[in-house]
């Protein structure tokens, strides 16, 4: 996007995510031992799967036309090729989980947004679109499962399920755009809380 340097449109994708890890799992209870081998204690299983990722890179913009380059409807989300200007320093990356009020004054923002500043009339700005990570997710997802025989080939299962099972706060990106000065920099919201669900299939 910048002729004249090239190298400031080198950035992380949009799904960059320098560390994934994913356990599936399923450990069948041992309730027929523990309680005596019935229809009540037996076919009781534990199962899930556990996510510990980095988050997403933060996308920076500016959607204005500073750079009189006439793209502000082109380029991520039309939103513009336009980008701030970035000096270099600490980014100072906080835990959202201490700022549960993202209107408070006290509240300080997910990264040092000094170091941001709109691009001069003209000019491009000199901050890559992405080039660090917002948070991570720290994810459960479990399920208990029974299985009820009621003749050879016929049975219920009952199913609890519960995502997000320890309701861990899983915050989405903070704002990248510089003009929207009130959450510029700042998490503002989060994914789902803990949701459960009962459920029974009748397998044949």
Not at 117 to 131: D, S, W, Y
Not at 169 to 187: E, R
Request: hydrophobic fraction near 35%; charge should be positive; charged fraction near 20%.
């Amino acid at each position: 996007m910048n002729p004249r340097n090239p190298g400031l449109s080198k950035a992380l994708s949009a799904f960059d995510m320098k560390h994934n890890f994913v356990l599936s799992y399923r450990y069948e209870l041992p309730f027929g031992k523990m309680f005596g081998a019935n229809r009540w204690s037996n076919g009781w299983v534990l199962t899930g799967v556990t996510r510990f990722t980095t988050g997403l890179p933060v996308t920076l913009i500016e959607n204005d036309d500073n750079s009189l380059l006439g793209t502000n409807f082109t380029g991520p989300n039309e939103n513009g090729v336009d980008l701030p200007n970035f000096t270099p320093g600490s980014l100072k990356i906080t835990d959202p989980r201490r700022c549960p009020d993202p209107n408070a004054d006290s509240c300080q923002p997910y990264f040092n947004n000094s170091l941001f500043t709109i691009e001069p009339l003209g000019q491009l700005g000199n901050a890559k679109r992405r080039f660090f990570h917002g948070p991570g997710i720290n994810n459960w997802d479990m399920a208990a499962l029974k299985d009820l025989r009621l003749t050879e080939t016929k049975s219920l299962q009952f199913r609890f399920e519960f995502f997000n099972a320890f309701n861990h706060a899983q915050f989405n990106n903070p704002s990248g755009n510089i003009l929207d000065t009130a959450v510029f920099g700042k998490v503002i919201s989060a994914r789902d809380p803990r949701i459960g669900q009962v459920a029974i299939k009748f397998l044949f």
